[in-house]
């Protein structure tokens, strides 16, 4: 697929939503549903192994979560090179 200057020029100005994903646990609903504030839920991942950046449900890179200004972050350690990126948001329609 071709992708021309304009084309590319409209795609750079979409907004799009970033998920990063620090693991996850399976659990019974039932476990779930008795969760109350102060319980801890173990996740997956190893404590530093840092999260899992997606776009829609595409992972396309990994960072490390930190703090900056008593807000979470990410600061991004691997990602996918920029021209798969931006054939993966042509080939999903995101125009």
């Known amino acids: 697929m071709e992708i021309n200057d304009r084309a590319y020029d ?3 100005d979409t907004q799009i ?3 990063v994903m620090l693991g996850s646990a399976n659990i019974t609903i039932k476990d779930f ?3 109350g504030e102060g319980d801890i839920l173990s996740l997956d991942k190893a404590a530093g ?4 950046i997606y776009v829609n449900s ?9 703090v ?3 807000k979470l972050a ?8 920029s021209d ?6 042509f080939d999903e329609n995101m125009l």
Not at 84 to 89: C, D, E, G
């Open 10 to 12: 409209l795609l750079v």
């Open 17 to 19: 939503t970033v998920d």
């Open 33 to 35: 549903l008795d969760l």
């Open 49 to 52: 192994a840092g999260g899992d």
């Open 58 to 66: 595409r992972i396309i890179g990994t960072g490390d979560i930190i």
């Open 68 to 70: 900056i200004d008593e």
């Open 74 to 81: 990410v600061r991004v350690q691997d990602a996918m090179d």
């Open 84 to 89: 798969n990126v931006v054939r993966y948001f």
